[in-house]
């Protein structure tokens, strides 16, 4: 199997925290819709398994009309059969989700909404320069559950400027009264080239301390668990059997193709990305728009054990053993040391990152490498 990846790197507006590539824009270029039917023609070999999940990502997938998410959708089955397709998962924001688009979406096939909430705390959707309010994020859920959506996910953030636990757990208590089945709840973090990191370095906002957004992120964790949530990759929460298909294939290095400007794409050997310049993604010939890197085998195994500790998994002794055997002796030395620590254990034949693994995970991957 395989996924299939579409980037709109179109946005209303910028939101303070964002280091993806994206524009501002009140609608989608239609010489960019073109442009990536052009290319899923052009690539469409990259990947040699069956396309069984689709992933509308951005940017702002919920800029696109209808009437071009149709014509996406109608040159992707050309290639990859929509019928054969697991998972269509749509990434869209509150205060686009009228009852009339996302009726539409439904029509088309789209079987996953992926909607960007960030917080139910009015306060906080303004500082972070997000367009809808409380109100709006909840009646876009309920809205879509009502027209029969069943598999909706939200995106979440914590440690926000200045924010207490008890602000995190309104947030969370919140949203657990909405009919969703899968959070991702993510750690605000200061990048370089945004909103935030200018203000953040001009002392406009501050930022929870670690120890403050560590209890954050642990309180999550059990806040979620209590409430029948899995929590099977570091930032990704779900009901049973209801974790992302897609996102998954990423965690599992499963081939897929990914297209659009700054898209990136992965078939197990090879790593290809766009351009992240909207203008040349368009203009230049597809042959100039992409670079293309050849994964040596330390790269691989190097992937593996920073991807495998991100998930509930973790990384399996026998794939290192099969896959990587020259590495597999300083593995298992350099994992013995981190589990004498505690910060990995041994849960059958996986090593997973424990409690205290977590907190320090960058550092624990690194550890093995």
């Keep these: 199997m395989a996924g299939l990846y579409v980037h709109i790197p179109f946005c209303k507006s910028r939101c303070i925290y964002c280091d993806f590539y994206s524009t501002a824009s009140k609608s989608v270029n239609e010489t960019y819709i073109l442009r990536l039917i052009e290319e899923l023609h052009y690539r469409q070999s990259f990947v040699k398994d069956k396309v069984t999940t689709l992933y509308f990502g951005?940017?702002?997938?919920?800029?696109?009309?209808?009437?071009?998410?149709?014509?996406?959708?109608?040159?992707?089955?050309?290639?990859?059969?929509?019928?054969?397709?697991?998972?269509?998962?749509?990434?869209?924001?509150?205060?686009?989700?009228?009852v009339e688009y996302l009726r539409g979406l439904k029509e088309l096939g789209i079987n996953r909404l992926s909607v960007g909430i960030q917080s139910f705390d009015d306060n906080y959707l303004t500082i972070l320069g997000r367009r809808h309010n409380s109100q709006q994020a909840q009646n876009a859920v309920l809205q879509a559950h009502n027209i029969g959506f069943r598999n909706i996910t939200i995106d979440l953030?914590?440690?926000?400027?200045?924010?207490?636990?008890?602000?995190?757990?309104?947030?969370?208590?919140?949203?657990?009264?909405?009919?969703?089945?899968?959070?991702?709840?993510?750690?605000?973090s200061q990048e370089p080239n945004t909103a935030l990191n200018t203000m953040v370095t001009k002392g406009l906002l501050t930022l929870p301390n670690e120890d403050n957004a560590l209890t954050q992120f642990?309180?999550?964790?059990?806040f979620l668990r209590e409430n029948g949530f899995i929590h099977y990759e570091t930032s990704s929460y779900c009901l049973k059997d209801c974790y992302s298909k897609?996102?998954?294939?990423?965690?599992?290095?499963?081939?897929?193709?990914?297209?659009?400007?700054?898209?990136?794409?992965?078939?197990?050997?090879?790593?290809?990305?766009?351009?992240?310049?909207?203008?040349?993604?368009?203009?230049?010939?597809?042959?100039?728009?992409?670079?293309?890197?050849?994964?040596?085998?330390?790269?691989?195994?190097?992937?593996?054990i920073m991807l495998s500790l991100r998930t509930i998994e973790g990384i399996n002794l026998s794939t290192i053993q099969n896959e990587f055997p020259q590495f597999y002796?300083?593995?298992?030395?350099?994992?013995?040391?981190?589990?004498?620590?505690?910060?990995?254990?041994?849960?059958?034949?996986?090593?997973?990152?424990?409690?205290?693994?977590?907190?320090?995970?960058?550092?624990?991957?690194?550890?093995?490498?």
Excluded: C
């Design 58 to 98: 951005g940017g702002t997938p919920s800029i696109l009309t209808l009437v071009q998410l149709e014509k996406i959708l109608t040159e992707i089955d050309k290639i990859f059969p929509l019928s054969g397709m697991e998972e269509v998962t749509f990434e869209a924001n509150p205060d686009d989700l009228s």
């Design 157 to 188: 953030m914590f440690a926000l400027p200045q924010m207490t636990l008890a602000q995190w757990e309104t947030t969370l208590a919140k949203s657990l009264l909405l009919p969703i089945n899968h959070i991702s709840a993510y750690l605000l």
């Design 218 to 222: 642990d309180f999550t964790d059990a």
């Design 246 to 304: 897609h996102n998954s294939n990423y965690w599992k290095r499963i081939p897929y193709l990914g297209i659009g400007a700054s898209a990136h794409s992965f078939n197990g050997l090879e790593r290809q990305w766009n351009v992240s310049n909207l203008k040349d993604y368009i203009s230049k010939p597809l042959t100039d728009t992409l670079q293309t890197e050849i994964l040596t085998s330390e790269q691989q195994y190097e992937e593996y």
């Design 329 to 369: 002796d300083t593995f298992l030395q350099k994992a013995n040391a981190q589990m004498s620590q505690g910060l990995l254990q041994l849960i059958d034949n996986n090593l997973v990152a424990s409690h205290q693994g977590q907190h320090l995970l960058n550092q624990l991957i690194v550890s093995l490498f």
